[in-house]
């Protein structure tokens, strides 16, 4: 950060004379650190209400809107309208001082394993900075970019969405000089009514590209191509069976999958087919951006995952976890059960899915829907959520082969009591739903175990 407190002032036409240096600006009071600066949000409750609390860790300046409450006493106050709207507004004001490239990623699965691919490939070249966590909403892309250090060339924002609309603002905000949608899924379908509607609200990260930008789409998604034709900037597709980017899989194991692009070999530190078309997109902007094959081949053999991404983890007994429990819907529920079906692993294969939520009036039928994802290779399933009550009937009516259990979302503990009974060191489990099922509180119980 290299912001004066004058410089700030200046963004919102407010004078001041402070010449002293900002070191960070954070939301969250208790992050605050000495000469940082703190912008009061309203959630569950006013962030005015902690100025005091973040003056006393070391703020010197504050934005204020609030009408009654009064900011603390020798602290710099930058009066404004709207904390969210300013946030945004001091963002793109850093954002144009550092003057990074930017590369925005999107897409209803795969967005932090992009992004993550992304960042490894251009650090071989470039002085990176990337979204933290999952920091890619309307306060975490602003944050991302005021948390860049200074010297950063590539900045790399993951951008994600519940309703139309949202995407727009922050591209409008980041104004990428490159951006990718990973895939359209149904993520959210419940707010966009349709994978048309999806489709439609992740074009949006286009409306702030640079006109002579350049961007990516998965080959395999008619949806995206009626928004194509009326871009300027050059588009390239990516895909496994077709692609201006098209990647051949050569080898898949458990901890990593071999392919070739136009006859050079990667390797990625991952499973799954999916997984190639998140590397496909990060060797697309790599070669965009001028970075070396021999780099990026370099980039994606060690990249690093996000936590709860597609993670293969042990269990307190031995038995193989594959995580990915950070969120779910049916075309990423499906990608991790076919994956995990496919590569050679000893034991029993055993799967544990929860609820996929924002669904719809479609919820039940996409779940059942899963039983196309399950065979034989498959030997036990434990499902957990009501909505998973829709899969147990349907592999019931199937005739599936294996054993199948339901617990009820109250019943978290019995789902883990069971597993922990159930699994032998030789097993291996994938780990799959949304984030707000939980599921992360049954791998670190199976790991502790």
């Known amino acids: 950060m290299n912001l004066t407190i004058e410089e700030v002032a200046a963004l919102f036409e407010q004078e001041s004379n402070d010449q002293r240096i900002i070191s960070s600006v954070e939301f969250d009071s208790r992050l605050i650190k000495e000469n940082s600066l703190f912008v009061p949000i309203a959630g569950t409750r006013d962030g005015h209400e902690f100025a005091q609390q973040a003056k006393d860790n070391g703020a010197i300046a504050t934005l204020w809107s609030h009408p009654t409450i009064l900011p603390p006493e020798h602290i710099q106050v930058i009066h404004v309208e709207d904390t969210v709207a300013a946030f945004q507004r001091l963002a793109r004001g850093y954002k144009e001082k550092i003057n990074p490239k930017i590369i925005g990623i999107t897409g209803s699965n795969g967005k932090t394993t992009t992004k993550d691919m992304v960042d490894a490939v251009m650090a071989q070249s470039y002085k990176t900075y990337k979204t933290q966590g999952n920091h890619n909403n309307e306060l975490g892309v602003p944050l991302t970019i005021l948390h860049a250090p200074a010297d950063t060339e590539v900045l790399i924002l993951e951008m994600g969405m519940d309703h139309a609309g949202e995407i727009e603002v922050l591209s409008l905000l980041a104004e990428p000089d490159a951006a990718a949608i990973t895939l359209i899924g149904e993520a959210h379908i419940e707010n966009l009514g349709s994978r048309e509607g999806i489709a439609k609200a ?45 990647g051949t899989i050569l080898a898949e194991a458990q901890q990593e999958t071999t392919f070739s692009v136009e006859g050079v070999k990667y390797t990625i530190p991952v499973i799954g087919g999916y997984n190639v078309k998140n590397a496909l997109i990060a060797i697309g902007m790599g070669r965009y951006f001028a970075v070396p094959d021999a780099a990026i081949q370099a980039g994606l053999a060690g990249f690093q995952l996000t936590k709860n991404r597609t993670q293969w983890l042990t269990a307190g007994n031995g038995a193989a976890l594959l995580s990915d429990v950070y969120n779910a819907n049916p075309t990423a529920m499906g990608l991790v059960l076919d994956s995990f079906k496919k590569i050679p692993l000893q034991g029993r294969r055993i799967a544990v899915l929860a609820d996929m939520l924002e669904l719809g009036p479609d919820s039940a039928e996409m779940h059942a829907g899963m039983a196309a994802h399950i065979d034989d290779t498959v030997q036990m399933v434990f499902l957990y959520g009501p909505e998973m009550k829709a899969l147990q009937n349907r592999l019931t009516d199937q005739g599936f082969a294996g054993q199948i259990y339901h617990f009820d979302k109250e019943e978290k503990t019995g ?24 599921l992360s509180e049954v791998v670190d119980a199976l790991i502790g175990m």
Do not use: H, R
């Not at 640079?210 to 009626?226: C, I, N, Q, S, T």
């Open 202 to 246: 992740k074009m949006e990260i286009a409306a702030g590209l640079k006109k002579d930008g350049f961007m990516m789409v998965p080959a395999d998604e008619p949806l995206l191509a009626p928004y194509l034709p009326e871009l300027t900037q050059t588009i390239k597709t990516f895909g496994l069976a077709a692609g201006d980017v098209q």
């Open 415 to 438: 789902l883990i009591n069971a597993l922990i009974k159930t699994l032998s060191p030789e097993d291996s489990v994938v780990l799959k739903g949304s984030n707000g099922m939980g």
